[in-house]
């Protein structure tokens, strides 16, 4: 971030001496023009002006020249990503900066590799600019990072993502390391998570959150909102004691009984342990089923904690994946609670799959809504662009349908990537299941040995004849997986993500459809 905020603010500054240069013949056009009404008259208004679209990856890019077609040549496109570097690892520069800042339509994924985006779009001298964000375009049907059996973690994560060390606390774990605990673990007087963040305690953490995360600051206190929500605004507990204080400064107490753990597999792949406690006086007013984790499978001193409780039974408390009302020691002050939840972000937090242009249905949605942009941006090419819309669209459905029919058809419905698994919406799209040695966004270039030997036995278990790879890879793994197999025979084949492609790969011909075709060829050698 450090790196980026020095780039941003040499742009600012090389910004602000362009602005100064020209602040004369500005103010004299001032008194002769008026502000366009919309970005069509504003494109109208200077005959000759080309429009500028600046795409951070390979298909968005590809997908604005389908959709402009022979009005390409009035345009002035930018491929930002154009030098094999691929979406997790870049850094935007001072050129890159100022082209986003000055451009009339800037396209980008939005998942967590993009936190820079947000300053960027800050430095903007377009008024008139379209943002198009994928994943928001793409709404509900995105996917959450999902961490299949014999998948590795990277090194430095631990429980979805926590900025500083909790020893204890744990996110994957086999159910026998569980241990049982008694509520004295949790003992002491506690506070809510839910006023705090209502008063606007806690903004700062939400802001600090949106510096490098997927959503803005106003997103993540919905979010918070969301799991913090709880009736009780205070807990006591002491020994077997829970007394729950309401919002209305009512109290309601029982003792409670220890009724054993249940684990909680998340839709993220990993776990929780919830420990359960019953009320001993059912006609105490106190909640009857209680259900308390921290992220810790041991005996241990909680520093947080997550309450869920129902009246009628544990299985009724309410969608504990995103309900999870926080509490705090009662003795942190608010700005200390925001600094805990600075460095603290929640277990629970959503991680999602930023992939989404390896979907040829997801391809489909997401042209339409460039078309859409561009022809609001540039109303006199309106119907042309949408014509060309329309007949990208009938190929890339043509070319779905071939994937399915290919699918349909083949013996084998896994596949098995001896590296990072970008092509999760792929999968899914079809019906495939899948193993990989790491999850799409991973940093890792290693895979362990329980990792080779894992997916080496799934080879052999399910009588795979080839192992995949992305393009960027040096096959390493999957050459180790191959050499663990009992046949030690298989082949190693490419799928092609589109996060390496660079300038070169686009001069010598290189499409959205046609990698998406030969990625089709090597699926049915992968599934014979």
Known sequence: MRKFVSVLAAAAMMA?????????????????????????????????KK????????????????????????????????????LHSYQ???????????CDLFLYVGGESDGWVEDALAESSNPNRKVINLL??????????EVKEGMQADEDEHEHGHEHDHSKEVSTFEDSEVKDRALSDWAGEWQSGYPLLQSGALDEAFEHKAESGKMTAAEYKDYYAKGYESEYSRIRIDGKH????????????????????????????????????????????APLYVEINDHMIEPAEAEHFHIRMSNESFDAIEDPENRWPTFFPAALSPEEVCDELIGHDHAEEKEYDEHVWLSLKNA?????????????????????YMANAAAYTEKLSALDQEYQSAVDAAPNKTVLFGDRFPFRYMV??????????????SAETEASFETVVFLAKKMDELGLHSVLKIESSDGKIADTIVQNTKE??????????????????VENGATYLSIMEKNLDVLKEALR
């Open 242 to 285: 829970i007394a729950f204080t309401d919002n209305a400064g009512k109290t309601v107490e029982s003792d409670y009984n220890y009724v054993g753990y249940y684990i909680q597999n998340w839709s993220t792949g990993t776990k929780a342990a919830m420990y359960r406690f019953e009320a001993a006086d059912k006609a105490s007013g």
């Open 92 to 102: 935007p520069t001072v050129d890159d900066i100022m082209k986003i800042a000055s």
């Open 136 to 145: 928001s375009v793409l709404g509900d049907s995105i996917k959450e990072e």
């Open 364 to 384: 489909k949605v997401l042209v339409n809504a460039i078309a859409e942009d561009l022809a609001e941006l540039d109303g006199a090419h309106r119907d042309s």
């Open 16 to 48: 602000a001496c362009l602005i100064g240069c020209g602040k004369q013949a500005e103010n004299a056009a001032a008194a002769s023009s008026t502000a366009a009404e919309n970005t069509t008259a504003a494109m109208e208004a200077e005959t000759g």
């Open 428 to 441: 899914d799209d079809y019906g495939l299941d899948y193993y990989a040695a790491f999850v799409g966004c």
């Open 51 to 86: 429009l500028k679209v600046v795409s951070t990856i390979f298909p968005e890019y590809d997908w604005v020249r389908e959709i402009l077609g022979e009005d390409a040549k009035n345009a002035e496109l930018t491929l930002l990503l154009n030098n094999g570097v691929d």
């Open 488 to 505: 030690k025979n298989q082949s190693v084949l490419t799928l092609d993500s589109m996060q390496s492609t660079t300038a070169k790969d």
